[in-house]
Every structure is written in structure tokens, then in C-alpha cells.
């Protein structure tokens, strides 16, 4: 419970809501692209990718210098991709 706790609290923060939201629709997506189409800082961004990233939400990849992240294949991911769509 206490590992599903955390992933929740992770993932329900509005602005990483928007990012998993925009990442659902491009099913993979680079943190400049997130932060121009989110209008936020590319910093922003990055800092929270990396903490889904942490908590196995997502996964990353490096292309040339960019970083792409895309989502990571689960039970739990799954259910949290229909909940996102569902309400966006």
C-alpha cells in the first residue's frame, strides 16, 4: 500500500498531470517539447520527469542531446493512463 501511496502522490500533482496527459497523447515526447507546448520552464519540466521517472511511471531515452520519456509498461500505469483520459 505504501508503494502505491507514493506512486498516487507522485502522479496527482496538477502540473505532472498535464506532462502524463501530453506524454499519453504522443505516447513518447522530449522535455523541450513538453515544456513548449506546457508553457513551462524546460527545468520545471525535467525535475518533474525525473521523479515519475523514479517512481517507474515512465522511462527515459536519450536522443543525440535530447531526453524523451515514454511510459513504462504495467498494471499500474495502465490503469493510470485510462484514469487521465477519462477526465482531461
Do not use: W
Not at 515526447?29 to 513551462?40: E, K, P, Q, T
Not at 531515452?61 to 493510470?80: A, M, P, Q
Amino acid at each position: 500500500m505504501e508503494n502505491l501511496a507514493k506512486k498516487l502522490q507522485t502522479a496527482g500533482d496538477p502540473c505532472r498531470l498535464r506532462i502524463l496527459c501530453y506524454i499519453i497523447s504522443a505516447k513518447k515526447a522530449c522535455v523541450s517539447d513538453i515544456a513548449g507546448h506546457l508553457r513551462l520552464s524546460v527545468a520545471i519540466v525535467s525535475h518533474h520527469l525525473q521523479s515519475l521517472a523514479k517512481e517507474g511511471l515512465l522511462e527515459s531515452e536519450r536522443d543525440g542531446k535530447r531526453i524523451c520519456y515514454s511510459f513504462l509498461d504495467g498494471e499500474f500505469v495502465s490503469d493510470l493512463k485510462k484514469l487521465i483520459c477519462k477526465y482531461k
